[in-house]
């Protein structure tokens, strides 16, 4: 049987509109909040970047970009 990974977004979607408070709280859960200041000043500005209008799927995508991010992001990976 296939196994997979269902991540529930709903708890990250309320922040979308705001990538520094949608990234500063996945680091408080992911690196316990002791991600690089360098690299929260680039994960701010990518997610950023991803265009907002207001809609469910848009803050999605932030969600997702922000957890793509994270997932590749040298203060995630290694442990401390």
């Known amino acids: 049987p296939q196994r997979l990974l269902v991540v529930l ?5 309320v922040l979308a509109s705001n990538p520094a408070a949608l990234v500063d709280y ?3 859960l992911l690196t316990y909040g002791d991600l690089n200041a360098t690299t929260r000043q680039t994960m701010v500005d990518a997610v950023g970047a991803v265009p907002f209008n207001n809609k469910d799927s848009d803050r999605v995508w932030r969600v997702r970009t922000a957890l793509t991010l994270f997932a590749l992001s040298s203060d995630f990976v290694i442990q401390k």
């Open 26 to 28: 996945l680091s408080s």
């Open 9 to 13: 977004l709903a708890a990250f979607v």
